[in-house]
C-alpha cells in the first residue's frame, strides 16, 4: 500500500526520502498481519452469527447487519426485537448524523401527536448500563491500560470494560457499537431511538445501554451527510434517509439472508489478531507501539466459508 504521495511541496520529497533512508536501518523484522493469520485461520475459530439475535436495517444504501448483545441488554434486546416484529421501525428514517460522534435513527415525529405508537413492545426499559461480571461470558483482556475502565477487552466478539472490585461488566462505545437513545432519566430509553457510533464516544460508557455493534454496512451509515442542526440533526424533512425496515434475521428467509461469520474473540487466532495489532512488524513500521487501543482493534468478519 502506497502511502505517500508523489507530489512533494518545498523539498519534502527529499527530506522524506532522507528520513526513509534513516528508518530503513532500524527496519522491523516481518511478523503475520491481521490478513495472514484470517487466511491461515481454521474453520473452529469463526462462529456464525446468531439469526436470532441479529438485525438487518434496509436502506436505499443497502443492508445494515446489527448483532444484538442479550448477555449485556437481554431486556432491552428483547424489547427492540419486538419493536422490529411489529414493524416500528419501517418507514422511519436516519435523523441525526453528527460528525466524529453517531448516527441516529428512529421516529422524527417522536415529540409531537404524529408519533409512531408502540404496539407488541415497550416504549420505556430499565437501564442496562452493566450486567455482573459472570453474565459477560468468556472475556479476553487486553494488556494496556485503559482510561475508561480498569480492565478492558473483548466478550463474545464485543468491545468491553469490567471493573472486579465490583463485579461489573458493560459495552464499550467503540466504532460501530449501537446504543439505545434516551433522555436525563436513566430509564427513559427502550430502543425505538437508537445509534451507531462514528468517533470518539467512550465517556458514554455506562451512562446509555449499549445492545450490540454493526458488523456489516457502516459505510452506509458513516458516509451519510452530516445533520446542519445542532448535534447534528437534520433540520429538514427532506434530510431524513429513509429506514425502509427494520428484520430479525431469523424472520428472513434462509436464502435472503447475510452469511457472515465472526471471529471469536476467545480462541488462540484472536490473540494473534491482537498481538499482530499491538506489535506491528513489516518494512513500512518503523515504530512498534506495543500497545492498541480498544477501539482501534477490529474483530474480523468474513462471509461464511463453504
Not at 147 to 168: I, L, M
Not at 206 to 216: D, K, L, P, Q
Request: charged share 25%.
Amino acid at each position: 500500500m502506497r502511502i505517500l504521495r508523489k507530489t512533494c511541496l518545498l523539498g519534502a520529497c527529499a527530506l522524506l526520502a532522507a528520513g526513509a533512508g534513516a528508518a530503513a536501518d532500524k527496519e522491523l523484522p516481518p511478523k503475520p498481519s491481521v490478513a495472514d493469520i484470517v487466511k491461515a485461520s481454521r474453520a473452529g475459530d469463526w462462529r456464525p452469527l446468531d439469526p436470532d439475535n441479529t438485525l438487518y436495517m434496509e436502506t436505499a444504501a443497502g443492508r445494515v447487519v446489527i448483532e444484538m448483545a442479550p448477555a449485556f441488554a437481554p431486556n432491552h434486546v428483547r424489547n427492540i426485537k419486538a419493536l422490529a416484529r411489529a414493524h416500528y421501525f419501517d418507514g422511519l428514517a436516519i435523523l441525526r448524523v453528527q460528525d466524529n460522534f453517531v448516527v441516529q435513527w428512529g421516529d422524527p415525529n417522536e415529540d409531537n401527536d404524529k408519533a409512531r405508537k408502540v404496539e407488541g413492545a415497550h416504549k420505556t426499559v430499565k437501564a442496562e448500563f452493566t450486567v455482573p461480571l459472570k453474565s459477560a461470558g468468556p472475556f479476553t483482556r487486553l494488556p494496556d491500560r485503559d482510561g475508561y475502565a480498569p480492565e478492558s477487552g473483548f466478550a463474545n466478539g464485543f468491545p468491553a470494560g469490567r471493573d472486579p472490585k465490583t463485579g461489573e461488566a458493560w459495552l464499550a462505545h467503540c466504532y460501530g457499537m449501537v446504543g439505545v437513545g434516551r433522555d436525563t432519566d436513566a430509564d427513559s430509553g427502550g430502543g425505538t431511538a437508537l445509534y451507531a457510533v462514528i468517533g470518539p464516544a467512550r465517556h458514554l460508557d455506562r451512562n446509555i445501554t449499549v445492545v450490540g455493534r454493526v458488523v456489516a454496512g457502516m459505510p452506509q451509515l458513516a458516509a451519510l451527510p452530516r445533520g446542519p442542526a445542532p448535534m447534528g440533526f437534520y433540520d429538514k424533512p427532506e434530510m431524513n434517509v429513509p429506514v425502509i425496515a427494520v428484520k430479525v434475521a431469523a424472520d428472513v428467509p434462509p436464502n435472503e439472508r447475510s452469511r457472515l461469520e465472526v471471529m471469536r474473540t476467545d480462541g488462540a487466532a484472536f490473540q494473534s489478531v491482537l498481538d499482530a495489532q499491538r506489535d506491528r512488524g513489516g518494512p513500512w513500521t518503523k515504530v512498534a507501539m506495543h500497545h492498541v487501543d480498544l477501539c482501534a482493534v477490529q474483530v474480523p468478519v468474513r462471509e461464511q466459508q463453504p
